[in-house]
Structures are given as C-alpha cells and as structure tokens.
C-alpha cells in the first residue's frame, strides 16, 4: 500500500534537521530459533542504522542465544548485549534495556518477532510529525497467531475511548523515551503472563498524543513451533486473577466511574477477567473450578456494571452473569458448551429477537435471563458485490449475503432517495443472490424518477413460522470489490454514462458512481447534464483549398437507441449550423459520426454532437485529439468567406 505524501513531506529534512534515533530493546529467553528473523529484521531496517540503537538482553538463555548475540556485536556495533540470570519473565529485561536506551525514542521487539523493514523509519516519522508520546503501527499475525486489533486508519491522534488502540496492551509499539522517563514507567517484573498491561494501561492513559501509522504492517506476530508463548503457559489462574484486579484497580484510579470507564472494562473483561473461563477452566476439578470462581468474583462484583454486562457477547456475558450470581454448574455448562463441543444453533424467536443456543435457555430451574443469550444487536449482515454489468439499459448485480448465525431468506436491493425507497427482488439461494435493475420498471412496476439513488441490500431471515412469523432484517450499502477499479469510470464500461429507457417517462442518462465511502449510487439524469455522455469524442476537420471541408467524429455511447439522431452542429457566438450526418454503430458501443460541408459561412466555427433520443436532446462538445500543449483542445473550424452564405444561412437553426 502506497504511504501518504503528506506524511513524508510534513517532517523536517535537510542538514539541520534533527535526525530521530530510537533504540529498540529485546528481551531474549531461549529463542535462539528465532534470532535470525528477529534480529535480523532490525539490521534489514531502511532507517539508517546510525540512528538505531540495539539492546537484546539475554534473560539466562540456556540455549546458546547470549553466545549467538555476544558474536553478532562484532559484525553490528549499533548492538549491545546485555546478560542477565534468569527472571521468570520479559519485564525485567525490558527494564535493564530501557535503563541503558538512549534514543529519542524506544521500541520494544520479542525476539520471536519481526518488524516490516520500513517500519521503524515511518513509526518515528510518524511521532515526529505529530508530537506523538506513543505511536502504533499496524498488526499482522504469522504461524497460528492473530493480531490483537486490525488497525487500518491512519491517525495523528486518537482517544483511547473511541479507537481500538487500547485493545493492545503489549508493549511492542513506539515510545517517546523522554515521556517514559517522566512517568517512570517500568514493567512488572517476574510474571510470564501480563507483565505489560500496567505498562501499556498507565503509557495510553497518561500520554497526551496517540498516534496510529496502519498504512503498511510494521509488526508480525509469530507463533512458536513449541507452543512455548507466554500465553500458552500452565498458570496458577487464582494467583493470576488476583494480580488482574491490581492491575484494574490501576485504572480505576486514572479514569473515573462511568462510560469511559466501562469502556475500558469491556476490554479488561474479553481479555484478563474471563480468558481463564475456558480450556483452563475445565482442566480443573470441581475444587479448583471453584477456587478459580472465587478468585474472579471480587473483579466481576467491582467492575461488572450492567452496561459493560451488555457490551458482552452472550458467551462471556453468560460466564460473568454466572459468576455475578454464584450459579457454579451453569458456568461449567456454558463454558463446556464453547470448550468441549460447541453451544446449540442460535434461533429467532417469536419476539423477534435472536438467541444463542447455550445451555438452560428459559429453564425454569435456572437463574439465567433472556438478556444474557440475546445475539440480536450483534447479527451483522456480511455481504459482498462481486459483479454488477449493464445489459442494454437493464443493471445486472450478483453477490454473496449471509446473516451468520442465522443464514438468510430473502434479498432485495433498495434503490433509496431522500424518504423514498423501492424495492427490487432478487433470487437468492445457497447465500449467493441476483438481479436485474431495470429503470423501466424499478419503481414498483413503474419508471424509476430522475435523481441519485443510493443502492443497498436488504437481507431477511425468517423463523420457525416462515414468511407468516418472526423475522429479522438487516441492510447495507453495496460496495464494489474492486474499488480501486470502479473509482476511474474512463477506464471502467461500467461506470461510464449511458442512455437508458424509462418506458413512458422517456430516456435518460444513467451513470454509476460512488460515494467517498465507497457506497455505489445510481445516477438517473434527464435534463441536466450532472453525468456527462461522449467524454471520449474526439475528431478531426480537413477543408481543401476549394472551401470544402469533411468533419470526422469517433465516440463511445452506451445504450444509445437505434433511433436516435446524431448530428453534428456548429455554433459560433451567435448562431447554429446543422449539418448533414452520417452515423455508423462501430463494434460494441463505438460510434463514427462523419458531415461534408460544401460551403458554409464564413466565422470559426466550434464542433458539436447533438444527440436526440426522444425527448432526451444532448449537445457534446467535439475535442482534438491533440493540441500543442499535448491535451485534448476543442474542435474548431474555420470557413473562408464565400458566395455562398446565403444558401447555407437558409438551413441554420439554433
């Protein structure tokens, strides 16, 4: 993906300006395998290498990783190797690197990781552009993992309430130094597990600039081919979620009670309070289960508020209404419904609302509300336009629809303007939907008006009672799969204006187009000319010494009638001269239009098309191919006085 112009222009550059140095610290535990990839990655970096600085610290490796560093510091003198005993974690290392650090700024890498080789030079370019404390580069997993957010937008300053930032908490992202030394910002040490979030927690919170560079990956996840990541580790769960509630207590005292609070707990919820209910969970017997409950409810009996409750999806908010009110075997019978087999279909119920298939739904014996099961805010249409073709005047669209869980039964397409909306049905069978768009008679039967119509899909699942019963709808806007294609109409047929019939409202320019968010509209232009037609005609004009002169035009025009008129025309400043056509449909939609003047009035004259379908009366400005300046000019011609001005003037009209 290219990367913005405005980002590279916008930093200073020249011989006074400062360069930005950054040491990147890497924390090494027995990775050995992996040093290649990850170091190497630094060294491959497109930043000058004498503006980085390199601190692995080995943690007591007992696979020879300090010796292959300690060798690599004579082929790389911006590294330097530290060697310490064994600390039972990557805080501690990070720590000893980020005392020795130098540079302006500081990232942190995991030495089974590896860094795009331009990341570190637009990370920096981006915290200096924007005064950044803190700044993320997109996230790509690799080998099993996955990313922990999927940033696509570039921000010069976020809010860690609105933006998925704070949804990763790691810590291998780009730091100001000088703003982590004036908070004194360390990490935990000793923890294998969420030795970064009060790091990660205390840096988003307190920094006044945060930034996102997400035009190209700058960091790749890796899974090991052990299974040997910290977060796959055996972990005294109890222990673990006692330290979670420190760690929240943390952001208690930074951000008061209410939304933006909640906000952050939805997080701490997905990702700290609940994670331990799965696998980990069902290891255990009935005792530790139950240890492992005790130990969470103190966390869900301070921080579960019913709005982060319902900002759950059913399967955590049912774990978190379990522990909330001491309900033991219906929490293992969720958690065994998600972990050993997999919960029920969810269905639509005569409410309209959608539910998940877990355990003990509306048993009476049970403590468990409707609320805790209900999907239906989170049954999102996934669709997409993978063809849309003119047939004539008729708009053929093919595409794929699905309501997961719950599938789909029908589809239609909305044509929508201002309150207006009219419904075209489609066929849909096996998730896979197509129609015709005929201006004809989209209007429920009728001609569709004149004006710009938004187009989107309307998918509807039905219940146990079919068409008769409980349904659910969902919408959206048809977005093209190749946009970067459809955004050029020249280049693109499909895109390009064309005459279509209406039936008794007569024709009218019809043109595809999309919005700036990509959505695609339909244009229907009777009488203005919003969507110009023949952007491509082009001619030529050659008069012999005699005074006559043969007019040559080529153009493309989609759907033009086999009894429309096309006729050339010339205007000067007051008057209009008709001339004599002929017409002849080329290959496809190409059209060569050629006139003989005999004589004419004398004048320079400017070369039109006029284009008569019915009531639809178009004039198109005829262009050069060429002018001396390399473009496209308009067509001219000029015609000597003659003795024959008169005769011609008889056949001029405006």
């Given amino acids: 993906m290219p990367v913005s112009d405005d980002l590279a222009a916008a930093v200073p550059t020249g011989p006074d300006a400062a360069a930005p140095t950054v040491s990147v610290i890497m924390p090494v535990h027995n990775t050995r395998r992996y040093l290649d990839r990850s170091l190497g990655s630094v060294f491959a970096q497109t930043l000058d290498q004498r503006q980085i600085e390199v601190i692995a610290v080995d943690d007591g490796s007992t696979d020879g990783s300090a010796e292959w560093l300690t060798e690599q510091v004579r082929s790389h003198p911006n590294l330097t190797v530290l060697r310490q005993e064994a600390s039972g974690g990557a805080g501690r290392p990070r720590n000893a690197g980020l005392d020795l650090a130098t540079g302006d700024y500081v990232f942190f890498l995991d030495s089974d990781d590896r860094l795009d080789t331009e990341a570190l030079f637009w990370l920096t370019r981006t915290a200096q552009k924007n005064g950044s404390d803190v700044v993320y580069g997109r996230i790509a997993g690799a080998e099993g993992r996955g990313a922990p957010v999927d940033l696509r937008t570039t921000s010069a300053a976020v809010s860690v309430f609105d933006s998925p930032v704070y949804w990763s908490l790691a810590a291998y992202k780009l730091f100001r130094r000088a703003f982590l030394e004036q908070h004194r910002l360390r990490f935990v040490e000793g923890r294998l597990l969420a030795e970064d979030l009060p790091f990660g927690i205390t840096a988003l919170l307190r920094a006044e600039v945060v930034s996102v560079f997400a035009e190209r990956t700058c960091y790749y996840l890796h899974g090991r081919e052990d299974n040997s990541n910290a977060t796959r580790q055996d972990i ?278 999309l919005s700036p968010h990509g959505h695609l509209h339909l244009d229907l232009d009777r009488d203005g000319t919003s969507r110009p037609l023949g952007t491509d005609l082009r001619g030529t004009a050659h008069r012999t010494r005699s005074g006559r002169a043969t007019l040559t035009a080529h153009l493309t025009l989609p759907g033009c009638p086999a009894d429309a008129e096309l006729q050339l025309i010339l205007r000067d400043a007051t008057r209009t001269v008709a001339l004599r056509t002929t017409a002849t449909r080329d290959a496809g939609d190409h059209y060569t239009v050629r006139s003989l003047l005999r004589s004419g009035p004398p004048g320079t004259w400017r070369v039109s098309l006029r284009v008569t379908a019915g009531p639809l009366r178009r004039e198109l400005p005829v262009h050069t191919a060429d002018d001396q300046s390399g473009g496209p000019g308009p067509l001219t011609l000029t015609v000597p006085g003659t003795g024959f001005r008169a005769r011609l003037m008889r056949r001029s009209r405006s």
């Fill in 236 to 513: 005294d769960w109890c222990e673990y979620l006692d330290y979670i509630g420190t760690v929240l207590d943390r952001v208690a005292a930074e951000v008061p009670p209410g939304e933006n609070r909640d906000k952050l707990m939805v997080r701490h919820f997905h990702g700290e309070i609940l994670m331990p209910f799965g696998a980990p969970y069902l290891a255990r017997d009935e005792a530790g289960r139950r240890a492992m409950a005790e130990a969470a409810r103190p966390l869900v009996a301070r921080y579960l508020t019913d709005r982060v409750l319902a900002a759950l999806p059913p399967a955590l908010r049912l774990r978190a209404h379990c522990l909330r009110a001491g309900l033991d075997d219906e929490l293992t019978a969720v958690v065994r419904a998600d972990t050993g087999s997999r919960p029920g279909p969810p269905h639509l119920d005569d409410d309209g609302r959608v539910y998940a298939g877990y355990p003990y739904f509306r048993d009476p014996q049970r403590a468990l509300p409707d609320a805790c099961y209900d999907l239906t805010d989170r049954v999102v249409l996934r669709q997409r336009l993978v063809h849309r073709h003119w047939v004539g005047g008729v708009l053929h669209l093919r595409g794929t629809a699905d309501l997961p869980p719950l599938g789909g039964d029908t589809v239609e397409i909305l044509l929508r303007r201002g309150g207006t909306v009219h419904r075209v049905p489609a066929h849909y069978e096996d998730g896979a939907w197509r129609t015709a768009v005929d201006p004809a008679t989209a209007a429920d039967g009728g001609p569709l008006p004149a004006g710009t119509w938004g187009v989107k899909i309307a998918l509807t699942a039905h219940g146990t009672g079919g068409a008769a019963g409980a349904s659910l709808c969902r919408e959206a806007w048809l977005v093209p799969e190749h946009t970067e294609d459809a955004a050029d109409p020249a280049g693109h047929p499909d895109f390009a204006p064309r005459i279509v019939g209406r039936g008794a409202a007569g024709p009218a320019v019809a043109a595809l187009f």
